[in-house]
């Protein structure tokens, strides 16, 4: 049997639907990334931070979260978070009472994500590959905390499109080492030692548990430049 005699024809009557439904919704992710680009174009410099919508605030690390978040916020940064609850909740909050735009990146989902109340700029998307791409678009260092498969998911990503060199360089930091340090041994015992990733690759995170060395190790980064893209990164940014 040919490949073509295995894959069924379309009937006449639903073709014509599909494909104009599919036309509609290419326009409707167009629509969402000139919305969200034209309202955060101007949010810089910005610190994304990711982490589980499943902490309560009295969780330590929701406290923590905040923390960071208000330093971040004090010292000029304005704080981009996933717009839901838990650890979302506790970057737009302490950004919210700083000094710099607390901002929420919400999706729509029909379970978990709700918006929280901290949020100077609220923008909602239905698709993640819009959302991740503003994540990126507007960041100038990522700041994980612990969370699940959307912050793994996150978390790789950047890692992902910093070491094939799609994206610049930021600092990735991740928060509370006792929480990472089973995954990064993992890293280094599978990954590495496979050859499945480079040793060098792993120098692309650095673990930090102080809210004080979060924003430290940021500008150490960008001490001898600006927070802005360098020109061949304004580049590499638009391909991204």
């Given at each position: 049997?040919?490949?073509?005699?295995?894959?069924?024809?379309?009937?006449?009557?639903?073709?014509?639907?599909?494909?104009?439904?599919?036309?509609?919704?290419?326009?409707?992710?167009?629509?969402?990334?000139?919305?969200?680009?034209?309202?955060?174009?101007?949010?810089?410099?910005?610190?994304?931070?990711?982490?589980?919508?499943?902490?309560?605030?009295?969780?330590?690390?929701?406290?923590?979260?905040?923390?960071?978040?208000?330093?971040?916020?004090?010292?000029?940064?304005?704080?981009?978070?996933?717009?839901?609850?838990?650890?979302?909740e506790a970057a737009n909050k302490g950004a919210f009472f700083g000094?710099?735009?607390?901002?929420?990146?919400?999706?729509?989902?029909?379970?978990?994500?709700?918006?929280?109340?901290?949020?100077?700029?609220?923008?909602?998307?239905?698709?993640?590959?819009?959302?991740?791409?503003?994540?990126?678009?507007?960041?100038?260092?990522?700041?994980?905390?612990?969370?699940?498969?959307?912050?793994?998911?996150?978390?790789?990503?950047?890692?992902?499109?910093?070491?094939?060199?799609?994206?610049?360089?930021?600092?990735?930091?991740?928060?509370?080492?006792?929480?990472?340090?089973?995954?990064?041994?993992?890293?280094?015992?599978?990954?590495?030692?496979?050859?499945?990733?480079?040793?060098?690759?792993?120098?692309?995170?650095?673990?930090?548990?102080?809210?004080?060395?979060?924003?430290?190790?940021?500008?150490?980064?960008?001490?001898?430049?600006?927070?802005?893209?360098?020109?061949?990164?304004?580049?590499?940014?638009?391909?991204?």
């Amino acid at each position: 049997m040919s490949v073509k005699e295995k894959i069924p024809p379309a009937t006449a009557t639903t073709e014509p639907e599909f494909n104009g439904r599919e036309s509609w919704r290419i326009l409707g992710i167009m629509a969402e990334f000139v919305e969200a680009a034209e309202r955060l174009n101007l949010i810089r410099p910005a610190v994304s931070i990711f982490g589980s919508a499943r902490v309560e605030p009295d969780h330590p690390y929701y406290a923590l979260t905040e923390r960071i978040a208000r330093l971040l916020s004090d010292a000029g940064f304005a704080v981009i978070s996933g717009g839901g609850p838990g650890i979302m909740e506790a970057a737009n909050k302490g950004a919210f009472f700083g000094k710099s735009p607390s901002v929420g990146l919400n999706i729509q989902l029909p379970l978990e994500q709700h918006a929280n109340a901290y949020q100077d700029i609220s923008q909602s998307f239905k698709h993640f590959f819009a959302r991740k791409f503003m994540f990126v678009k507007c960041a100038s260092a990522y700041v994980v905390m612990p969370g699940g498969l959307g912050t793994l998911d996150e978390l790789l990503e950047a890692m992902t499109l910093v070491q094939t060199r799609k994206s610049r360089k930021i600092p990735i930091i991740l928060v509370h080492d006792a929480f990472w340090r089973g995954l990064l041994d993992w890293f280094r015992d599978r990954l590495v030692s496979e050859r499945m990733i480079s040793p060098e690759d792993l120098d692309l995170i650095q673990v930090i548990d102080e809210p004080e060395g979060v924003v430290e190790a940021i500008f150490k980064h960008y001490e001898t430049r600006g927070f802005m893209p360098l020109p061949e990164e304004h580049e590499i940014m638009l391909n991204l």
